[in-house]
């Protein structure tokens, strides 16, 4: 095999290159001349605009409100915003083909209140624009969305979404979704960019602390934009609570196809204990790798779009394994929680030869989180979509079994705040015992995650009072 | 965002935080503790199918699963039946050895003899427990079809090592679902536990105690369950029978299906048989669909349905490929057929641009997944230097992938430059750019 991945090797050969000539003759296309440019234009076809104000009407069946056009006698629409092509594909796709296999199986049981649930899936490429033209054209012949990429692209709708009385789940843990003069229609899962950079580096710190007997320091580089820089944010909350000093701010530095090597010579130079990362996971491993080469020998950790189990098949595999603090949102995919068997089984038989990616696990969360919003609508007698957005009010607390932290969705900004994260070790033994890459759910496969603090609140994020947002967009 | 208690910086020892433990946090239960908390997965009183909400609840329902060919409970748990009942032996006598589960006990493992359940015989005693090796059958009674309790045994179950299933049960009459909730609706609607069922429903999906070929029919639910149970985790919408005269001919019907998609132009998919299912799987172009997915899928199906033989088709089209076959097709290309580079250069060789045709004929045949290119060099030159020409060669495969008609949105670039050499490589053979399924 023509790759070999070990960080002492790593270590040792930067240790002792040599420079008695550069194999550097040609000057070289620098990575951001040849990186992906923008995504490229959606490939999908418009669908048809229904225009017409859907009139509404009493459905055949007793009790429950339809518009015949969202929800008719035998048919629930929902609609689906995804990035099907652009820079965070790889794991949108996973996330939405596990919507579909929930979807299915859910219509093989009976659907919901008798009715088939049909999903109206669309490619908006991470492209604002595309986002929008699509939600314009979709708005009308679906009664809820049940994932929306992108958290300025979600933000762009936010509005349309309260006018047009439909609801939408971001993929994006932008903090402002609990904000109700922002998110009113968002149906948000887990916490957020801002409290899980806080849990990461207070629990860096806490560790640290505990083992060298003083606070560390830490580097922060993210991409810019509500992602990036409500986790840059959340990090630099939390090292300002703890005294922590941050040797290297590399906020909204990073962008995905962009050359991160002047932030990874930044990282390199502060010395930094430990780097915090919010970006994408290829960004992430070319950051790495640069940071590498530049002779930095300090921790990783990111926000949860920052890495991969994937990565583990790269070259870049044993040095993450043993480098990169893991941060999610969410259980990875076979964590022992009590809700992962149900989810596992339907998994492993809609995608017998899939690699068990985290994402699918995440497309369960949302099919589960719509499809309790729409039962309780139809439990209430209106699935209009003005309906679905009541219902969706006085669902309160939803637990999923573990996998996710009980989201509120009802109170104050402050209080619909869920502060829990999970902190987990990429196991490159673990992956690789399972056949690395060729893992796949119809063996058994679970996530190559080991638990580190799989249910962490820090007391920082626990203490930390929402008013606003952490990041103000445009800010 | 500000901090709301005054507490100072570095105080994480303070008696009063509200962090949870720092470090691993295994269950202690093995996930069956907690049943009315931490399994509800789906809570709400709406889950009762086309039930108005009003609607009576039943007065208790019993699901049973038949594990007696399962000695080691490491095999397929096989729900048999279920039935409304008002006792709790319905298995008296035909079972030696059981597992209940309400909403009341957790689970507790007994004796089924002469109509009574023996209990109390340990806590939580299908976690972790040797004596699984006895249990034939897992009950879970769900009175008011609250499904806590089938998630009890589903995370039962889960602890005890056993795949999950679905009790196989007929949909009810149009007229009667008002008033008897099909069970189904209830487990599907938990977040639908497992779909082992799809590989049983072909054919022999249950088993009986005696190791007959009769199923074993507890209450009045008997054999005509077989033919309404459709397999989850097929579409919905796809899944059709036909009844078939003669004995199907496999071979002749396959390669009727795949001309029929060729002809469709469906050149992502395939059919093959598991069992007596005939399944529908590949890469579901991810345009089309904003029409609907299942009416693509029911479309995409028709093709094939019609076919002389065809019986059951059950469908698995979904947007990504598989990781695996990429995967291990470039690595036998990086094996059979190296993409390398002259000394500190980043010009691709005649040989390296072949190579390189190969590398994106496996690519368009795996449509759905993105690749790292990534660029490496041997260890002569400074490590940022050699940063720079690994991004410079695999930039100039991507130009020449991209001309080959790969989509510059499925190619991705790193720079490893000197970091990760092949040990037992030359220099020369370093001076390569390897390609890897994108994270």
Not at chain 1, 36 to 55: I, V, Y
Not at chain 1, 290 to 305: D, E, F, H, K, V
Not at chain 1, 312 to 326: E, F, M, N, P, R
Not at chain 2, 408 to 427: C, M, S
């Amino acid at each position: 095999m023509k790759r070999l991945a070990l960080l002492i090797l790593a270590v040792g050969l930067l240790a002792t290159a040599c420079s008695d000539g550069d194999d550097t003759g040609q000057a070289g296309t620098t990575l951001a001349s040849t990186a992906t440019t923008s995504p490229t234009t959606t490939t999908t076809t418009p669908a048809t605009t229904t225009t017409a104000a859907p009139a509404e009407s009493a459905d055949e069946e007793p009790g429950i409100l339809t518009d015949g056009v969202t929800v008719t006698n035998d048919t629930i629409y929902v609609g689906i915003l995804a990035d099907l092509s652009g820079p965070f594909s790889g794991n949108v796709i996973d996330l939405v083909d596990s919507q579909l296999a929930f979807w299915a199986a859910k219509n093989a049981a009976g659907g919901i209140a008798g009715r088939q649930v049909e999903l109206l899936v669309v490619d908006t490429a991470y492209d604002l624009g595309q986002h929008q033209l699509l939600y314009g054209n979709m708005v009308n012949q679906v009664v809820m969305f049940s994932h929306s990429t992108g958290s300025p692209h979600t933000a762009s709708i936010a509005d349309d979404l309260v006018r047009d009385q439909r609801l939408a789940i971001p993929v994006g843990w932008y903090s402002g979704w609990s904000d109700p003069g922002l998110g009113a229609n968002l149906l948000e899962l887990g916490s957020n960019y801002c409290i899980e950079a806080t849990n990461a580096v207070s629990f860096l710190s806490e560790t640290h602390q505990q083992q060298f007997g003083e606070l560390p320091t830490i580097a922060i580089a993210t991409d810019a934009g509500d992602y990036g820089q409500d986790s840059a944010a959340g990090a630099k909350f939390a090292a300002a609570q703890l005294g922590v000093d941050i040797a290297f701010d590399g906020e909204a530095t990073l962008a995905f196809g962009g050359d991160p090597s002047a932030t990874a010579a930044a990282i390199a130079a502060s010395g930094a204990d430990y780097t915090w990362v919010a970006t994408d996971p290829i960004t992430a491993a070319e950051l790495v790798s640069q940071s590498l080469s530049s002779g930095y020998r300090g921790g990783w950790s990111g926000a949860t779009p920052s890495f991969s189990p994937r990565l583990l098949d790269t070259a870049l595999g044993d040095y993450l394994s043993q480098a990169w603090l893991v941060s999610v949102f969410f259980a990875p995919a076979g964590a022992d929680v009590p809700g992962m068997s149900e989810v596992y089984a339907v998994l492993a038989e809609s995608f017998p030869d899939r690699f068990p990616s985290d994402g699918l696990v995440r497309g369960y969360l949302e099919f589960s989180l719509t499809a309790q919003v729409l039962e309780r609508a139809a439990a209430l007698g209106d699935l209009t979509p003005a309906g679905v957005v009541d219902a969706s009010k006085q669902i309160g607390d939803v637990d999923f079994g573990g996998i996710s932290p009980t989201n509120l969705y009802t109170g104050d900004f402050n209080t619909s705040v869920a502060r829990q994260t999970g902190l987990y070790r990429a196991s490159k033994a673990l992956f690789e015992s399972q056949g690395g890459l060729g893992a796949v759910l119809g063996d058994g496969a679970v996530s190559a995650f080991e638990p580190v603090a799989p249910a962490y609140v820090s007391e920082v994020a626990a203490n930390m009072a929402f008013d606003e947002p952490c990041y103000v967009f445009g800010s | 965002m500000r901090r709301a208690s005054s507490a100072t910086p570095g105080q994480l020892d303070n008696a009063e935080t509200t962090s949870e433990p720092v470090g691993p946090e295994p269950p202690d239960d093995g996930g069956v503790g907690a049943p009315d908390a931490s399994l509800e997965l789906n809570k709400g009183p709406d889950m009762v199918g086309r039930s108005s909400p009003e609607a009576p609840e039943p007065a208790g329902l019993l699901y049973a699963a038949d594990v007696s060919d399962s000695p080691h409970l490491d095999e397929t748990l096989s729900w048999v039946t279920t039935e409304e009942v008002q006792s709790t032996d319905p298995l008296a006598g035909q079972f030696d050895h059981a597992a209940w589960i309400d909403e009341t006990a957790i689970a507790t493992v007994g004796t089924v003899a002469a109509g009574t359940i023996a209990a109390d015989i340990g806590e939580h005693p299908l976690v972790e427990d040797t004596r699984h090796d006895d249990l034939e059958v897992l009950y879970v009674r769900a009175p008011g079809l609250m499904h806590t309790d089938v998630q009890l045994l589903t995370a039962a179950a889960l602890a005890s090592r056993v795949p999950v299933s679905v009790p196989p049960l007929p949909a009810a009459a149009p007229e009667d679902e008002a008033q008897q909730p099909n069970p189904l609706f209830v487990v599907g609607a938990l977040g639908l536990v497992a779909l082992i069922i799809a590989a049983f429903a072909a054919g022999g999906w249950w088993t009986s105690r005696t190791g007959e070929d009769e199923p074993i029919a507890f209450g009045d639910v008997g054999t005509d369950t077989v033919p309404t149970q459709r397999p989850i985790g097929a579409i919905a919408a796809p899944t059709t029978t036909v009844a078939a005269a003669a004995p199907v001919d496999q071979e002749a019907v396959l390669a009727s299906a795949t001309e029929a998609l060729r002809n469709a132009g469906y050149s992502g998919m395939s059919v093959r048989y598991e069992g007596d299912l005939l399944v529908l799987e590949g890469v579901m172009p991810a345009t089309g669909l904003d029409a609907g997915y299942f009416s693509r899928v029911e479309e995409i199906t028709s093709v094939i349905s019609g076919i002389d033989g065809v019986q059951q088709v059950s469908t698995r089209l979904f947007l990504r490929g598989d990781d695996a076959r990429l995967r291990s097709q470039l690595r036998a290309l990086s094996e059979s057929t190296p993409v390398e580079f002259p000394f500190a250069s980043a010009d691709l060789t005649p040989e390296s641009r072949n190579a390189l045709q190969a590398v994106a004929d496996a690519i368009l045949a795996n449509p759905g997944l993105r690749v790292l290119v990534a660029g490496h060099t041997d260890a002569t030159g400074s490590p940022e230097a050699n940063a720079q020409l690994g991004g410079a060669r695999a930039g100039a495969a991507i130009q020449e992938l991209v001309r080959l008609g790969v989509p510059i949105t499925r190619l991705q670039p790193v720079a490893y430059g000197e970091l990760f050499p092949d040990a037992a490589g030359t220099d020369a053979e370093n001076r390569r750019v390897e390609f890897e399924v994108a994270p």
